[in-house]
């Protein structure tokens, strides 16, 4: 697994709480403009240099393949950066550091390459779903062919499995023997306890008290691997509110723990380092491409709450306009019911956990419980990279309710022999929508992202099986 990164330096002037809220008041273009900012709710202010109140949105390719990705400043365009308090930047410079080392390290490659293998399980395959390919086909024979990448077979059941193994890689390079993390649907939190057990680290998991409950059968697997679940019953009880908690506790134990942040969010370098781990699902579903039928897929598709599956799929393909990358969020009870976790649908631009991003708020930047009936969908944010993707054109974003991706997980099960995890069904659910549109033959890669036992007692109160 190459790791390939540009070298990216601190922002000049960090500030600002990573769990505190920030709703960015911008000009009728959206641009954030360094000096002329102004935010809601905080007394705190800064001066983020940014190069992106330079850059005109577009997405010719040219033009795009020519950004860093992020840039010089941690920043995919005006989005990103570190919002963070002063104790925690000194860790966050020592972790880019000793990313970039290990990036090209071959030992620290060769070890992570190894693991990936005979511990994980990868590669993980590129299957052909012969019948849900002829669900979709038209009364005149034509339709295009699905393909699922199933990460759902990788050792704990889903994709996060790649980025808890490599960064607790880079925390035994960087000396910390105590391990962090959240977690939503669980599955991070049941790839960190994992990973830890594997390494002998200790392993600390904060997760939403309404999560615990949803995803009990998680929160037991990581008790069983070792891992202390602490729980939190503040705000909304879920992933946002778990995620501040694991901040909290980096701030206070920053030179004995490392936090193995799940997704591609978070203040710089952690939207770049997951998304770098992850980016194996990509290489490999180029090269499984070309074996199968001698070219590129047309069409990606995954599932979006932070955003670090369908990071790791489109990564690779960004720079290939012929490739059209589509995220599916969580529409809930629908767009306009206020219920659901579409950020990138319905969002603005804000900051969270760190990063500046597409949030849901009010508009006094007081976030918007989110709802989704998948716990790792049900997020207020998203990773900043996407939000760059989406402002530029490069990826398109659209979304599922809870009643389509239930079908969705029931239609995969009966016609594919494959559970998937209720995220995961969001992105399959899209299906129905998308592929009476596209040419005869058209190549659909879905990130089949997770395995869904974690979500069969979810799933039983709602579905007649």
């Known amino acids: 697994m190459a790791i390939s990164t540009n070298h990216v330096a601190s922002l000049s002037k960090p500030c600002i ?15 954030f403009h360094p000096g002329q900012s102004e935010f809601k709710r905080s007394s705190i202010s800064c001066n983020v240099t940014s190069e992106a109140s330079t850059l005109t949105i577009n997405a010719k390719e040219n033009d795009f393949k020519t950004l860093q990705r992020p840039n010089s400043v941690g920043r995919f365009g005006k989005f990103g950066g ?7 930047i000194p860790v966050l410079t020592e972790l880019e550091a000793a990313f970039h080392v290990i990036a090209v390290d071959q030992d620290f490659q060769k070890e992570l390459e190894g693991i990936l293998k005979d511990y994980v399980g990868r590669e993980s395959p590129l299957y052909f779903a012969e019948r849900l390919t002829e669900h979709y086909r038209r009364p005149n024979g034509e339709g295009p062919h699905i393909y699922l990448k199933r990460e759902d077979l990788n050792h704990t059941g889903s994709h996060k499995i790649n980025n808890a193994i490599g960064q607790v890689l880079l925390a035994k390079r960087l ?13 991070h939190g049941v790839a960190t ?15 939403g008290a309404q999560d615990m409950e949803r995803q009990a059968l998680n929160v037991f697997r990581m008790k069983l691997l070792g891992a202390e679940v602490r729980g939190v019953h503040a705000g909304t009880a ?43 699902i990509g290489n490999e579903t180029r090269r499984q491409a070309l074996e199968k039928w001698g070219g590129k897929p047309d069409v990606l598709v995954a599932c979006v709450g932070g955003g670090s599956n369908a990071m790791g799929l489109f990564h690779e393909f960004v720079d290939d306009f012929d490739v059209r990358l589509i995220g599916v969020e969580a529409a809930g009870h629908g767009l306009d019911s206020n219920k659901h976790a579409a950020t990138l649908t319905k969002g603005e631009v804000g900051v969270l956990h760190g990063a500046m991003s597409f949030l849901l708020q009010d508009d006094d930047g007081q976030i918007i419980e989110p709802h989704s009936i998948s716990a790792g969908l049900d997020y207020p944010g998203v990773g900043p990279e996407h939000s760059f993707l989406k ?32 995220e995961t069904s969001h992105a399959l659910a899209y299906l129905e929508k998308l592929c009476p549109s596209l040419p005869d033959k058209t190549k659909v890669v879905v990130s089949c992202s997770g395995r869904g036992d974690k979500d069969v007692h979810t799933a039983i109160k709602y579905l007649q099986v």
């Not at 910390?176 to 649907?185: L, N, P, V």
């Not at 594997?198 to 600390?204: A, H, S, V």
């Not at 054109?393 to 494959?418: C, M, P, Q």
């Open 17 to 31: 709480s990573s769990f505190t809220t920030l709703k960015v008041l911008s000009k009728p273009n959206n641009y």
């Open 391 to 422: 402002e530029r054109g490069r990826a398109e974003y659209h979304s599922a309710t809870d009643d389509e991706a239930l079908e969705a997980f029931k239609r995969v099960s009966r016609l594919e022999g494959i559970i998937p995890a209720l």
């Open 193 to 207: 306890a994992t990973v830890c057990a594997r390494f002998g680290l200790e392993c600390i998991v904060y997760m």
């Open 175 to 187: 000396g910390k023997k105590r391990i962090i993390a959240e977690t939503g649907a669980g599955q």
């Open 238 to 280: 879920t992933l946002k509110d778990a995620t501040s908690e694991a901040i909290r506790d980096w701030v206070t134990n920053v030179d004995s723990t490392h936090y193995i942040l799940g997704s591609v969010a978070g203040p710089h370098p952690y939207p770049m380092m997951v998304r770098e781990f992850h980016a194996i």
């Open 82 to 88: 570190k919002y963070v308090p002063e104790t925690l």
